[in-house]
């Protein structure tokens, strides 16, 4: 799989079982039969507990952890409380089988090629913090461009924590790109979001 230069190599990133693979299951409405032999993309991983869990499982999938903290994990973060979780972690659940797929980046600039993956998943992560309409708006244009036909984004909760102009952005980008024919929504609450991305071919006839 292609990914683009902008990535560290292996520093010890720690793993954590905080949130179990059962809470992402229930967030996601996803099942181990649903991710069995798929390639999953999971934006703003964190420590990695989806990947640790559906590894921990022994479910046929990979999951690729994609978080900006991977670019520059040598370098202290704004937020004290992650560097703290993240030095409590690193000795006890280091995982080295999940290393060569960690990336470090951003969600409005996914450095995968297009049509990587599967499945795109964001649990707690973007739109909900997304400081600008831009951001939510390549957000979503990034998870449809690296998301194969027919595959699907699921974004648990599917709001924004910063302003109701952001959360009204969150709701009406997602009508756009079915307007456009770019989507089919399969759900859309407030707790979760389910879109599949329509093949290109089938958006020409439109």
């Avoid at 704004?78 to 993240?86: A, F, R, T, Y």
């Avoid at 089988?97 to 998943?121: E, H, N, Q, R, T």
């Avoid at 913090?129 to 648990?156: H, M, P, T």
């Avoid at 456009?180 to 991305?197: M, S, V, W």
Wanted: aromatic content about 10%; proline content about 4%.
């Amino acid at each position: 799989m292609e990914k683009k230069e902008i990535f560290q190599n292996w520093l010890e990133i720690p793993t954590t079982h905080s949130r179990s693979i059962d809470k992402y299951f229930d967030d996601l409405n996803l099942t181990s039969k649903r991710i069995e032999g798929k390639t999953i993309l999971d934006i703003g991983a964190g420590v990695m507990q989806f990947a640790k869990g559906v590894s921990d499982s022994g479910i046929d999938a990979k999951v690729y952890s994609l978080d900006p903290f991977y670019s520059s994990p040598e370098k202290k973060s704004v937020h004290k409380k992650d560097d703290e979780l993240l030095e409590k972690f690193v000795q006890s659940h280091n995982n080295p089988d999940l290393k060569d797929k960690i990336i470090g980046g951003y969600a409005d600039k996914i450095p995968f090629c297009d049509s990587a993956f599967d499945m795109v998943i964001s649990e707690y992560s973007m739109p909900l913090y997304a400081r600008s309409v831009k951001e939510i708006d390549d957000f979503f244009d990034e998870s449809l461009r690296v998301v194969k036909d027919n595959g699907e984004v699921r974004i648990c909760p599917f709001w924004n924590l910063r302003s109701n102009e952001f959360r009204e952005r969150v709701k009406s980008k997602l009508k756009e790109m079915e307007k456009n024919g770019l989507i089919r929504i399969l759900k859309n609450e407030d707790n979760l979001a389910i879109f599949q991305k329509i093949p290109k071919l089938s958006v020409d006839k439109i």
